[in-house]
């Protein structure tokens, strides 16, 4: 019997989902049978080899786990752990506190709030990646970190937070998206993307 095509459940804009969309293209939501793959309701969620998981980084470890070409966790211990490092410190520490669902309930401050969480974490973040890059987050290799960074920038940038400060994270982000899979991952190159934004 053939393996059935992987369903991704996404949404253009978001950051969560652009992490997941690195790794295999696509993506569609169908809110009608969303909430029983992921009761949380959150994008992604990633229907896969018989099961159904959400949340991005554990999305990203299974096609890891599975599907390691290419490897997005190096081999080395103290390089792996630096890549999950980062990448905990945007997802966990940077990301939520922007979130939709957060924003929402700030009203009028929303883009003042969103701008200092994201300016907070990246001020961490600059330091941090002064230590462990090379041409991405960590040397010179793509990985789970270069993932998550790249659309928390673009979040940063729709949110318009004054990228002056962040060279390193601004040179990584810029080498990133030259690359053809953060291209046609991009929010404006989505099936779900609004004409107006599309590219």
Same mark, same amino acid.
């Given at each position: ?80 752990? =630096? ?6 410190? #945007?997802? @966990? $520490?940077? &990301?939520? /506190? ?11 401050? =929303? ?6 969480? #994201?300016? @907070? $974490?990246? &001020?961490? /973040? ?74």
């Amino acid at each position: 019997m053939a393996s059935e095509k992987p369903i991704l459940y996404s949404y253009f804009r978001s950051s969560c989902s652009w992490r997941v969309r690195l790794l295999k293209e696509g993506g569609q939501q169908f809110s009608a049978e969303f909430k029983a793959v992921n009761p949380m309701q959150q994008v992604p969620a990633l229907k896969i080899d018989g099961i159904a998981l959400s949340q991005s980084l554990a999305i990203i470890h299974y096609l890891e786990d599975t599907r390691p070409n290419p490897r997005l966790l190096p081999q080395d211990p103290k390089k792996r752990a =630096k890549v999950r490092m980062i990448a905990d410190h #945007i997802v @966990s $520490g940077i &990301q939520p /506190l922007q979130n939709q669902s957060i924003l929402k309930q700030m009203g009028e401050k =929303k883009m003042e709030w969103a701008q200092n969480c #994201i300016a @907070s $974490g990246f &001020q961490a /973040l600059e330091q941090i990646l002064q230590h462990t890059a090379g041409c991405y987050c960590v040397g010179d290799e793509v990985s789970m970190a270069d993932l998550c960074l790249v659309p928390q920038v673009f979040n940063a940038e729709r949110f318009k937070v004054d990228m002056g400060p962040y060279p390193t994270i601004t040179r990584i982000n810029k080498a990133l998206l030259e690359l053809e899979a953060f291209k046609v991952s991009h929010p404006s190159r989505q099936p779900d993307t609004p004409a107006e934004l599309r590219a």
